[in-house]
């Protein structure tokens, strides 16, 4: 026995158990962001990408800034946890330079798509104070990091150092080497000889 149209799709069957739709409006979300940029994300792209009514992202969400901040706040949930887990085995000062120059080279282990997004949100949040909370939070963490290994100084002047390094490589047609990115992190980090770091 089919199922009745949904009211709101036409003739698309209407779900009618579907408990992740909120979660998939705000990957959707992501998703159109990452392909069409602040300025071309709508409703009705995100309803296509999630495979849901439009009236769906009025029920869940209080309008488009709202599905912009979440899908924003995923995003960056995400990069950060990247970011964590790259220096889970990091035990000196000397290893530092090794896994920021390794997380530089490797764009920070995002793709193109990633930091399509990021920048949006950098650019929006320049524009949106609200959404500062959500780059704050992003960066706090990247420094939360980066304190395990050097003084709070440092941390924020390595944690500024590696997005511009990354966002060098990204746009840049001739990047920077890695013998060189290795001298400049050198440089800020300032290591000891196989200092140990306290666990």
Do not use: C
């Not at 408990?19 to 409006?25: E, F, V, Y």
Request: negative net charge; without cysteine.
């Amino acid at each position: 026995m089919s199922q009745a149209p949904d009211s709101e799709t036409g003739d698309r069957p209407m779900r009618r158990h579907d408990p992740d739709r909120a979660a998939r409006i705000v990957e959707a979300t992501v998703n159109v962001i990452a392909e069409h940029g602040v300025a071309g994300t709508t409703h009705r792209l995100i309803a296509a990408a999630a495979d849901v009514p439009l009236g769906s992202l009025t029920y869940h969400f209080t309008g488009l800034e709202d599905l912009r901040a979440q899908a924003f706040a995923l995003h960056a949930e995400r990069m950060a946890v990247k970011y964590e887990a790259h220096f889970a085995e990091v035990a000196s000062t000397a290893d530092v330079v090794d896994a920021v120059t390794e997380l530089v080279h490797a764009d920070a282990d995002a793709d193109d798509r990633d930091w399509a997004v990021a920048y949006e949100l950098f650019l929006a949040a320049l524009r949106d104070p609200a959404l500062r909370s959500v780059t704050e939070s992003w960066m706090r963490r990247s420094r939360g990091v980066l304190e395990r290994f050097v003084d709070p100084t440092t941390s924020r002047g390595l944690d500024a150092l590696v997005e511009g390094l990354v966002m060098h490589k990204v746009l840049s047609t001739r990047p920077v080497s890695r013998a060189e990115t290795h001298e400049i992190i050198a440089r800020a980090v300032r290591p000891t000889d196989s200092q140990e770091i306290p666990r």
